[in-house]
Each structure stands twice: as structure tokens, then as C-alpha cells.
């Protein structure tokens, strides 16, 4: 039981502190400290960094015991009557994360959920846990449901629920919260799938070529590089590639082993050397142009008499051809003049070419 308080008490000063000491080993941080504050008073504890101030706050307020003197609050002994000290005072450190209108034990009721104070605060916004009513001195008391609530709501939260979803947990029965449960963890998985996905997509950005590319067409990117083709060459052939692989997303896989066996002529692989010479270079009528364009319709003409060029009008889709052509003419405007040379051969187009009705002469 509290201590009744005496008259001598109520008249004497709020606080008094007579020869007050203390040291930390060999250093002396108070050396007989006096003072007196009034009731009623503010009092200002004015010192240099290091000058005993906090130490004398918390021998004050029962956190520190002093090794010599005497001090009293409310007419009560800090050493002696610790507890009565305890119940007449507040505390509120510089940068303390208190609540103003909780007493100190409702501001240890937070730590001891696992949450903060503010979010004790959020869950009174989102009318996820009831504010307790105030008492005559203003302040919020909480009881020991209000403690088995914030670390329901904080347990749930720190596993994944909504706190959205929270409220209506906290008041399911045994079956409806397994439901709703199983169908947050549903969400979860999904939620887990979809960032994996994005962790696989950012890991094919790293490596520079397979964000839109599946690993066939990455495959044979770097085999071009293999073959000798300049990296300013490859990015043109991934840019093709990306629209073809947007047009025929499940068709492009099966494009690839054809491609890759085109590499084994000799005549393609000195096409893409000569290519990237040109194109790594900065003269605007490179005679190994006409080289590119010799080789290019030799191939033209093998593929032709193949058959390899027919196409029928059903299946012909104009789009994404125009759109490689297009790409080609923009990436490099010397790909217009080898368009010339290869129609002063006989043949027309880029990425689908086709003879000329009549030769040139």
C-alpha cells in the first residue's frame, strides 16, 4: 500500500537533494550536488555534455542508485520509498516514442505487444482495436484484452494478413478463420509465384539479352558473338528477334535450330563479319558493302531455288516483315544503300526478299 503523503509533506519542496554523489569507477560525475524545487515551479537543470545532468534525473526518478547523499520527491525517499516515488511521478526522456495521454505503464503495454506506440495509434485510426475510454486525468488505460489483442493483430500482420482482413479474424470461429487463412495463404503463394517470375525476368535483364528472349534465341545471340559478329550487330538481331518472338510467341523456339545451322556455312558467318566491320566503322559508301550484297543474293538464289521463299498469301502477314525491314533502316541508314546493291542483283525487300519481276539491266 501506497504511503499516505503528510502535511509536512504537501509543504515542503517537490524536490530536494542534499550532497547528492555519484562515480563510475574512477571518474566523479556528482560531487555533492544541493537543490530544492519548489512546488509548482519549473526548474531548468542547466551543464556542459557530461556535467552529471541525466544522472541526476535518474537517481531522481528511481533509475540510478546515488552512492552518497540524499534526495526526495514529494516528500518521499528515492533510495527508501522507490515505489512511492514511482506512482507520484511522470517521466518523458528527449526523444522518447510516448504516447502524452498513456501513463507510463500503457506507454510499456506497446513494447511488450511487439509494436510501437504509433502503431497502436494506426490500429485506433482503422477502428482495428477500441480506444480505450479516458479516465478524470485524461488519460487512456488499457486492460490486459486490449495486450492479447495487439499481439493477435501484430502476429497476423507479421505473417502476411491485410490488416483490412484482420477484423474480421480476430471475431471468426474455429472454421471460418482456417478459411480465410487457407485463402490468405492461396494469395501468398500467388503473390510468391508472381515475384519469382519478376525475380527470374530481372535476372535475364542482368545478363542483357533474355528479358523478352527465350533461352533459344539468347543461345543463338551468343553464338553469333562466337562467330565474330560485333556486339553492335547482335543488338540489331535481338532487336529483330524481340518482334518476332512478340508475333509468334509459341512458333520462335522451332525457328531456331534452322538458324543455328545457317551458322555452320561459311559464306553467313563471313556475311556477319563483313557486316560488322561496316557497321562499326564510319564510312558512309563502305566498298565491302558490295561484298555483303554479293553474298547476301547468292543466298537469295539458293533459298529461292529451294522454295524456301515462297509464300502463300494465307499465311503471309505483312506487319511483322514491314516492322523488320523498318528496324533494319533505322538502326543503320547504310542499310538502304545495301538495299540498292542487292536490287542492282535482281532482288528486292530485307527480311523476306524476292527477285525482281525484271532483272535489272
Known sequence: MNVPVTTSQLQGPAIRVRGLEKSYQKLRVLRGVDLDVARGSIFALLGSNG????????????????????????????????????????????????????????????????????????????????????????????????????????????????????????????????????????????????????????????????????????????????????????????????????????????????KLAQLDDPRIVRLYRVLSEVFDGDVDDDPRLAEAADIMACLAEQAYAAGELNVSNESYDEMPHDLLDALAEESDPRIQRLKELLRERGWIGWNRMEPLAEPPC
Not at 545532468?53 to 552518497?68: P, R, W
Request: proline share 5%.
Open 51 to 258: 556535467a552529471g545532468k541525466t544522472t541526476v534525473v535518474k537517481i531522481l526518478s528511481t533509475l540510478l542508485k546515488a552512492d552518497a547523499g540524499t534526495a526526495h520527491v514529494n516528500g518521499f525517499d528515492v533510495a527508501a520509498q522507490a515505489p512511492d516515488v514511482r506512482e507520484a511521478i511522470s517521466l518523458t526522456g528527449q526523444f522518447a516514442a510516448v504516447d502524452e495521454i498513456l501513463t507510463g505503464r500503457e506507454n510499456q503495454l506497446a513494447p511488450y505487444a511487439g509494436v510501437t506506440v504509433r502503431t497502436v495509434r494506426h490500429y485506433h485510426q482503422i477502428g482495428l482495436l477500441p480506444e480505450p475510454e479516458r479516465d478524470a486525468s485524461g488519460y487512456r488505460r488499457y486492460g490486459a484484452l486490449a495486450a492479447v489483442s495487439m499481439i493477435k493483430i501484430r502476429t497476423l500482420a507479421n505473417v502476411g494478413v491485410p490488416l483490412s482482413r484482420i477484423d474480421e479474424l480476430l471475431e471468426a470461429d474455429a472454421p471460418t478463420f482456417t478459411a480465410a487463412i487457407r485463402r490468405i495463404d492461396r494469395h501468398l503463394r500467388d503473390e510468391i509465384e508472381r515475384l519469382e517470375t519478376s525475380r527470374r525476368q530481372i535476372a535475364q535483364l542482368a545478363a542483357g539479352d533474355g528479358l523478352t528472349l527465350p533461352p533459344e534465341v539468347t543461345a543463338y545471340l551468343h553464338r553469333l558473338r562466337e562467330i565474330g559478329a560485333s556486339e553492335r550487330v547482335v543488338a540489331g538481331e535481338r532487336d529483330g528477334w524481340i518482334l518476332v518472338a512478340a508475333r509468334w510467341p509459341d512458333s520462335v523456339r522451332e525457328f531456331m535450330p534452322g
